[in-house]
């Protein structure tokens, strides 16, 4: 096997593992994280399952997204 075909699936590899590991921060960490402390917070008592969290947290995310463009509109005109 050339050395280039070994150099490209070594790098290829290492792109795979922190792509992977960067999605696990990002998806598990700031989405289902966050989908998890608020629902915890209106539902004291229940355990969450994974999909409220995703979905709870994507919609928070998407409500700052939407809330930080108005006010960046806002402040620009």
């Known amino acids: 096997m ?3 075909d ?4 070594a790098i290829g590899g ?3 593992v922190a792509g992977r590991l960067l999605f696990e ?3 598990e960490l700031l ?4 989908g998890y402390v608020l629902i ?3 539902r004291p ?3 969450p399952s994974e999909a409220e969290c ?3 947290g994507l919609m928070f995310w998407v409500a700052v997204g939407i809330g930080g463009y108005f006010i960046y509109r806002a402040s620009a005109a």
Do not use: D, W
């Open 2 to 4: 050339p050395i280039g």
């Open 6 to 9: 070994l150099a490209g699936e």
């Open 14 to 16: 290492a792109l795979r």
């Open 25 to 27: 921060i990002v998806f």
């Open 31 to 34: 989405i289902k994280g966050t």
């Open 40 to 42: 915890r917070t209106v």
């Open 45 to 47: 008592r229940q355990e």
């Open 54 to 56: 995703a979905t709870a």
